[in-house]
């Protein structure tokens, strides 16, 4: 599943995305329909580190910086490019899942950046989740203070909950997933919108 | 079901031996000692007479049996065990030798469970230390009488997949006088394993709280499903060992990198219920306070001493989060205040930690502890016993088991020092008080019963 494939894919459980198109050609982007700020995005399953190389191109205002992302993300890699309305929020987290050896399929969150890298700041739990433990979830978290009201950051905590419970929903209904990455997910006053996504599915014939 | 394991009316102990430092002669020596009341059935080819018992030569004489112990190397165990199985609802076989050292031994192991499947017994082990049931008697394991101690009957089960680990564990808890209900190394685990033990000791009435030693488990998702139930009846505890081992699997992916097996197994806990502890004194300890002492919920907690310092460093231990449990000491009431200044010690400092000095008698704590528990502000009592100072006596344990038991409040006792200390330690756990002979180990059970109020809250919810 490329990254547009696992947005649309999340959307379908009412998991909010970015708005964004698939463009192919240069000249469909003529017919885009976006708000600027917006970003491209090189789209492809190979590249798992999209920004380190040249695969990202942010803040573009304009048709014509737009045509030139393309051009310069297409030329480079010969795929398909992303484009997506820019979004700003307060503080990105990361939502992930594995598939355990022991336990199955769990649940990650935590706060993302140098939290994660860091700081190992993440918890687990074992899917399906119940609204309590989405909640002990970030209660988890040793940077709470953060999602919290620190230094005037305001984040909604429902909707975080509400995000992890729809993970958990989504891998129940498909246990051929074996291991996702929603990284960043932002978070702004109201919502939880899952910036890039990747889905691992079990390669047919393995078990 | 594990009824005729755990008291069996019969035991075999297939390659009896008669050379006291051949495990098949302790295993009799520990049924003798330990006062197993049941049959006995010893069995060796040279037959004769061993501690008493008369030997059979031969499996075929021997009547069915609740439990048979095989005490015979891996090979001999293999080729005696279809007998053994015909006659046994419970086997033990003692050996190593088997899937621990490779797939010759794996295949060892496989035909013996076959066997043991088709005559309808049930396997613990192989390589293991096998069982110890104080209430029974039943004991297989092979330790050096003169240099450990067999813990007496209690209420906390043991199931571990380290025999020796479990047997250190039981011995150092041994010395003031920790019981357990029972003791089961699950060893190589071909057969029975830790999901349907747990699943027992979650019915028996003799077991107030379950403890496990893991180094993987069974069926991570049965043994969710199973902690759940029994942990809203009794407490567990797991130490879980390979905390830092990695599991690689999704590694291109972050969340493949951040989480080893261990975060999943720390918050499997989490949804089931169990309490986690890091080392083999934690697993007692935690397991000793939530056998005796009351759950509470609520996180304000006052000290009684006769030791300022021990007072200042529990106060560090109760309110810090770093190396602390982050509870809060209580505000006393202005009521509770005024009772112990002045109706019972004039001369101690009235703030929490109260600290009734050195002058402090037996009475005095009586009037402190009695004012506590009437206090709304305190929601549990952790009081040192400090018998260094000459107006404490032995008469204080009677004070404390007297408002352990009849007090609302929970009490976490604190007693530190050398041997008379440890003897007072032995007296308060053979009244059921929760008590420890250090700060952060009295901290510590506090915690897990404010834990633990908050997991039954969640499960019960």
Redesign the interface.
């Given at each position: 599943m490329n990254e547009y494939e696992a947005k649309k894919f999340l959307s379908s459980y009412g998991i909010s995305i970015p708005r964004g198109y698939v463009i192919s050609s240069e000249g469909e982007i003529d017919k885009l329909s976006l708000n600027y700020p917006i970003v491209a995005k090189v789209l492809s399953e190979e590249i798992?580190h999209k920004s380190d190389v040249g695969g990202v191109i942010l803040n573009i205002t304009s048709k014509r910086e737009a045509k030139e992302a393309f051009k310069k993300i297409h030329g480079k890699f010969h795929t398909p490019v992303l484009f997506e309305e820019m979004v700003r929020g307060e503080v990105e987290v990361?939502v992930?899942?594995?598939?355990?050896?022991?336990?199955?399929h769990?649940l990650?969150f935590?706060l993302g950046g140098i939290f994660?890298e860091i700081y190992?700041d993440?918890?687990?739990?074992?899917i399906p989740?119940a609204k309590?433990?989405a909640e002990?979830?970030i209660e988890?978290i040793r940077g709470k203070k953060i999602l919290e009201g620190y230094r005037g950051i305001k984040v909604n905590r429902e909707s975080v909950v509400d995000l992890l419970l729809k993970i958990s929903k989504v891998v129940e209904d498909n246990p051929n997933i074996?291991?996702?990455?929603l990284?960043p997910v932002i978070l702004t006053h109201d919502d939880a919108i899952v910036l890039d996504a990747?889905i691992?599915l079990e390669k047919s014939g393995e078990s | 079901m594990f009824d005729s394991l755990i008291s069996p009316k019969s035991v075999a102990v297939i390659g009896a031996s008669h050379n006291p430092s051949k495990i098949g002669y302790v295993v009799l020596k520990n049924l003798a000692t330990h006062g197993y009341r049941g049959e006995v059935y010893p069995v060796n080819p040279k037959g004769g007479e061993i501690l008493g018992y008369r030997v059979y030569r031969d499996i075929g004489e021997i009547p069915p049996v609740d439990l048979s112990i095989i005490t015979l190397p891996a090979e001999l165990t293999v080729r005696v065990f279809e007998d053994v199985a015909r006659k046994s609802k419970f086997i033990i076989p003692i050996a190593g030798g088997f899937g621990e050292t490779g797939p010759e031994g794996k295949e060892l192991e496989n035909k013996i469970l076959e066997i043991a499947n088709r005559h309808g017994a049930r396997v613990i082990g192989p390589n293991t230390v096998g069982i110890y049931i104080p209430r029974s008697g039943v004991n297989t394991a092979l330790i050096v009488p003169e240099r450990s101690r067999f813990p007496g009957d209690g209420k906390i089960a043991f199931i571990t997949q380290s025999g020796a680990l479990g047997l250190l564990t039981m011995d150092s808890f041994a010395m003031y006088g920790v019981g357990f209900s029972a003791f089961i190394n699950l060893g190589n685990r071909v057969d029975v394993n830790e999901n349907e033990l747990l699943r027992y000791f979650g019915d028996d009435d003799h077991t107030q709280v379950v403890i496990l030693y893991i180094e993987?488990?069974k069926d991570?998702?049965e043994f969710?499903r199973i902690a759940k139930e029994v942990s809203v009846r009794k407490p567990i505890v797991v130490l879980k060992a390979g905390r830092t081992a990695r599991?690689g699997?999704?590694a291109?992916?972050?969340?493949?990198a951040?989480?080893g097996?261990d975060?999943?197994?720390?918050?499997?806990f989490?949804?089931c219920g169990v309490i986690r502890a890091y080392d083999e004194v934690e697993l007692v300890d935690y397991a000793r306070a939530l056998a005796y002492g009351k759950p509470f919920s609520g996180n304000r907690v006052a000290v009684v001493t006769s030791a300022g310092g021990v007072g200042v460093v529990t106060t560090d231990y109760i309110e810090s989060d770093s190396r602390g449990v982050g509870l809060k000491m209580a505000e006393l009431d202005e009521e509770t205040k005024r009772i112990i200044r002045e109706e019972v010690v004039p001369f101690a400092s009235v703030e929490n930690p109260v600290d009734m000095t050195a002058q402090a008698s037996d009475d005095d704590y009586d009037g402190v502890l009695e004012a506590l528990n009437d206090d709304p502000n305190v929601d549990a009592i952790l009081v040192y016993a400090l018998f260094q100072t000459p107006l404490i006596s032995e008469r204080l344990v009677d004070i404390i088991e007297k408002w352990h038991h009849r007090g609302k409040k929970p009490i976490v006792v604190g007693t530190i020092g050398s041997e008379f200390s440890m003897k007072m330690l032995g007296e308060f756990e053979k009244r059921g008080i929760p008590a420890y002979p250090s700060i952060e180990r009295a901290v510590k059970a506090l915690r897990v019963l404010h834990d633990r109020a908050h997991i039954l809250g969640?499960l019960i919810?």
């Open positions: 798992l990361i992930g899942v594995i598939k355990d050896q022991t336990f199955g769990a990650m935590g994660t190992r993440v918890t687990f739990r074992v989740i309590k433990d002990a979830m988890d074996i291991g996702m990455d990284n990747k691992i | 993987s488990f991570g998702r969710m599991g699997k999704a291109s992916l972050h969340t493949g951040l989480g097996s975060a999943v197994a720390d918050g499997a989490k949804q969640r919810e």
